[in-house]
Nanobody
Framework: QVQLVESGGGLVQAGGSLRLDCAAS????????MGWFRQAPGKEREFVAA????????YYADSVKGRFTISRDNAKNTVCLQVSSLKPEDMAVYFC?????????????????WGQGTQVTVSS
């Protein structure tokens, strides 16, 4: 059983940056592909970014390409989402997810474990 805990959300002005972290425990982190998803009020959850279990492949939603960067630190059992040039439409609860030997899946249902989420609020 893998537990995921997100942190780093907060209130930021449009154009600003944040670092979101997801700490994993209870499993062999290096065996898990990791993803970030987000859900805004009244909207469906959507894919943001993913990184393969090997760390060699990354994927991004078109809406965040060039602004967001996903990375992992297997020594610290964490995955990070660096978000920059934030826009009001980026405001959402951000969730991290894990899939054993994941290769960077973009569909939420393919993930096995989820965190509770961290709120990102962008003021215009």
């Amino acid at each position: 059983q893998v537990q995921l805990v997100e942190s780093g959300g907060g209130l930021v002005q449009a154009g600003g940056s944040l670092r979101l972290d997801c700490a994993a425990s209870g499993g062999t982190f290096r065996r898990y592909g990791m993803g970030w998803f987000r859900q805004a009020p009244g909207k469906e959850r959507e894919f943001v970014a993913a990184i393969s279990w090997t760390g060699t492949r990354t994927y991004y939603a078109d809406s965040v390409k060039g602004r967001f960067t996903i990375s992992r630190d297997n020594a610290k059992n964490t995955v990070c989402l660096q978000v920059s040039s934030l826009k009001p439409e980026d405001m959402a609860v951000y969730f991290c997810a894990a899939k054993m030997y994941g290769s960077g899946e973009i569909r939420g249902y393919e993930y096995d474990y989820w965190g509770q989420g961290t709120q990102v609020t962008v003021s215009s």
